[in-house]
């Protein structure tokens, strides 16, 4: 079973640039999920679709973060402008099932 | 949601068995307790999940009392390769499916 895809693995920008972020998640998980993590501090939770539906936003910074999932299957994380504070990893995972949830490898973001 | 605790390093050697607690005093009756695992540089890993008294598994055995307030994840004579940080997470149906990561506990093996 291929896991979670998850692009690019890397990306270096300056502040207040904009940049994205894709997830595919595996094939018939309805529910996805975008983490921040900051170096050193456990994932934080900014997003969750079950679907295409929104089911939880509360910690997404909305002026300057966007998610989206069309079609309910991939999905996209911007960020716009970005600050430094943003610097983290961007995890995507998905679940078939409440409470297992499968991560992918990730994207590291550095804000300069 | 239930907050968690639970120590912020722990040091073991190889074959050794290596048991973390976590705390979980404001538990609700419909959460369950999940345990991840993360190494460097990748995505956390799902170890293991239970509600109530011991789940085991190819991986490892999770252990929680009756009052539900802790559990302990047990990893059983562990190797290098299973240092990495592991967290313990309590799932609040009634948040749609929120899981909140702490700063979980990393686990060095030393040879």
């Known amino acids: 079973e291929a896991g979670v895809a998850q692009s690019p693995r890397y990306k270096i920008i300056e502040k207040r640039q904009s940049v994205a972020f894709w997830c595919n998640p595996i094939?018939?998980?309805?529910?996805l999920y975008w983490y921040q993590q900051i170096l050193g501090q456990g994932p934080k939770l900014l997003i969750q679709f079950q679907n295409n539906g929104v089911v939880d936003d509360s910690q997404l910074p909305k002026d300057r973060f966007s998610a989206e999932r069309l079609k309910g299957v991939d999905s996209t994380l911007k960020i716009q402008p970005a600050k430094l504070e943003d610097s983290a990893v961007y995890l995507c995972?998905?679940?078939?099932?409440?409470?297992?949830?499968?991560f992918g490898p990730g994207t590291r973001l550095t804000v300069l | 949601l239930a907050k968690t605790t639970q120590p912020i390093s722990m040091d073991s050697y190889e074959g050794q068995e290596v048991n973390i607690t976590c705390s979980h005093n404001n538990i609700a009756t419909n959460d369950y307790i999940t345990w991840y695992q993360q190494f460097p540089s990748q995505g956390p890993r799902f170890i293991i999940q239970g509600y109530k008294t011991k789940v085991t598994n190819e991986v490892a055995s999770l252990f929680i009392p009756a009052d539900r307030k802790s559990s302990t994840l047990s990893l059983p004579r562990v190797s290098l390769s299973d240092t990495a940080v592991y967290y313990c997470l309590v799932g609040d149906k009634n948040a749609g499916n929120m899981l909140t990561f702490g700063g979980g506990t990393r686990l060095m093996v030393k040879p």
């Open positions: 094939s018939g998980h309805a529910t």
């Open positions: 995972a998905s679940s078939p099932q409440w409470n297992e949830q499968f």
